[in-house]
């Protein structure tokens, strides 16, 4: 099952809103990197953080590497309808002999405000 | 730079057969990873490639293997298919073992009737 606790489950957006959501987890991770997934694709990877306190953007996006290396967050600002979709966070351990394996929270649901 | 590879992208199998999945990865990416999304478990780690060695093993049973060829192109494998093995198949590449990103292909959708 999963490792990560990811919210919001799902949330609803306006055109022009911001939007944040985590992930928390009781073990360490030394890398952490966030994934959008549009129906019927594969997640694309949008943000990858290898360092506690990292900051990092991309374009309307941001994300944080907690400082305790057991959590991050993902902000997107002034969001587009485009933003619609499915966002996960992922977690990769310190040891080397867990590879590039990667532990998934369950994913936030973003949908269009009607 | 083409992506991640998958083939095929929509499979429909009965219960009892077997099925075996492909997956390029990204050209000069030597670690191939698979995983399993159902909507009930999410994203499950299957087992992860590099240098035509398994590295990896998620917790899944011995139905599913996989192997990975001198040039990086992995296959993944399932016998004695079940219903609860439908699930989109998921192929990750990573530039090398351990602490890389990780590019997804589009997936393979399996259905098991």
């Known amino acids: 099952g999963q490792q990560l606790n990811q919210s919001p489950q799902s949330m609803f957006i306006q055109e022009g809103e911001d939007v944040s959501m985590n992930c928390t987890s009781s073990?360490?991770?030394?890398?952490w990197l966030w994934y959008k997934q549009d129906p019927g694709e594969g997640p694309v990877l949008l943000i990858a953080l290898y360092k506690a306190g990292e900051l990092t953007s991309n374009g309307r996006l941001t994300a944080q590497f907690g400082i305790t290396r057991k959590d991050s967050f993902l902000n997107i600002s002034a969001s587009i309808p485009s933003d619609v979709g499915i966002y996960f966070c992922?977690?990769?351990?310190?040891?080397?002999?867990?590879?590039?394996?990667?532990?998934f929270g369950a994913g936030t649901i973003l949908r269009v405000k009607s | 730079k083409a992506g991640v590879t998958q083939t095929p992208r929509y499979l429909i199998k009965t219960r009892g057969q077997q099925v075996t999945l492909s997956c390029s990865p990204i050209?000069?990416?030597?670690?191939v990873s698979w995983y399993q999304q159902t909507p009930g478990q999410g994203l499950q780690f299957l087992f992860e490639?590099?240098?035509?060695?398994?590295?990896n093993k998620g917790n899944f049973p011995g139905r599913f293997s996989g192997r990975q060829f001198s040039n990086s192109r992995s296959e993944m494998n399932v016998s004695t298919l079940e219903l609860g093995d439908s699930a989109l198949y998921l192929c990750?590449?990573?530039?090398?073992?351990?602490?890389?990103?990780?590019?997804f292909g589009q997936g393979t959708r399996l259905t098991v009737v």
């Open positions: 490639y590099f240098s035509e060695t398994q590295r």
């Open positions: 050209s000069g990416h030597r670690s």
């Open positions: 073990s360490i991770f030394n890398t």
């Open positions: 992922a977690g990769q351990r310190a040891r080397e002999e867990y590879g590039n394996k990667l532990v």
């Open positions: 990750a590449s990573s530039l090398w073992q351990g602490g890389t990103e990780a590019f």
